[in-house]
């Protein structure tokens, strides 16, 4: 087991309400420190259904410590990185890091050359901190507000 005491494996249908639950409070008590509260409402809003059936078919891992989901990601067939959530109570430790390299490893093996993802305000300095490159600062609309956001991306060799 890696010195933080987090393993890694593919996600499972009955992880669902773990992943969820993951997003709900990255956004809510992490990412609220760049986006205002109706952004974080509108953000955070969760369709149970369209989950379990997009997590499903994303290819996606999660981080498993002490028998409990603490993060998770997935890769996109075209090479987008959709999502990179690590719960609020295991913040730095690394978590974001191993999901990034299972990610990178699965890009790898199917030799897509490059990932890209949409980071938020939040996430930009980790993104940039792994080799990311900013491409473009862009506004997304999403459930009724409009998010600032920068398309990033990673080459892969
Ligand atoms: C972004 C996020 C996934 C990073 O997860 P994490 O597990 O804390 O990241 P790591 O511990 O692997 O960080 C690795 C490195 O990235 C950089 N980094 C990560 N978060 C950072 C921050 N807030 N500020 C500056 N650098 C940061 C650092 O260089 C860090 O290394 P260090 O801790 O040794 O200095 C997490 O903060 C999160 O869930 N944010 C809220 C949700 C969100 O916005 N998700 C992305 C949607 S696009």
């Not at 956004?27 to 509108?42: C, F, G, H, M």
């Not at 067939?77 to 990178?104: K, N, S």
């Not at 030799?111 to 491409?135: D, H, K, N, Q």
Request: glycine share 6%.
């Amino acid at each position: 087991m890696p010195a933080n005491g987090t393993v890694l494996r593919a996600y499972r249908r009955e992880d669902l309400d773990g992943v969820i639950e993951v997003f709900q409070r990255a956004v809510r008590e992490v990412a609220s420190r760049d986006y205002d509260p109706d952004q974080i409402a509108a953000w955070s809003k969760v369709d149970r259904a369209e989950w379990d059936e997009y997590r499903l078919r994303c290819p996606t891992w999660v981080a498993v410590r002490d028998a409990r989901i603490v993060g998770f990601s997935d890769l996109e067939p075209d090479g987008h990185l959709d999502m990179m959530f690590v719960h609020p109570d295991c913040q730095r430790t690394g978590i974001a890091t191993m999901l990034l390299e299972r990610v990178e490893r699965a890009a790898r093996d199917r030799s897509l050359g490059i990932v890209f993802t949409e980071a938020s305000l939040t996430a930009r300095p980790f993104f940039l901190a792994r080799g990311f490159e900013i491409i473009m600062r862009q506004n997304v609309v999403a459930g009724g507000e409009t998010f600032l956001n920068f398309r990033m991306r990673k080459r892969i060799v």
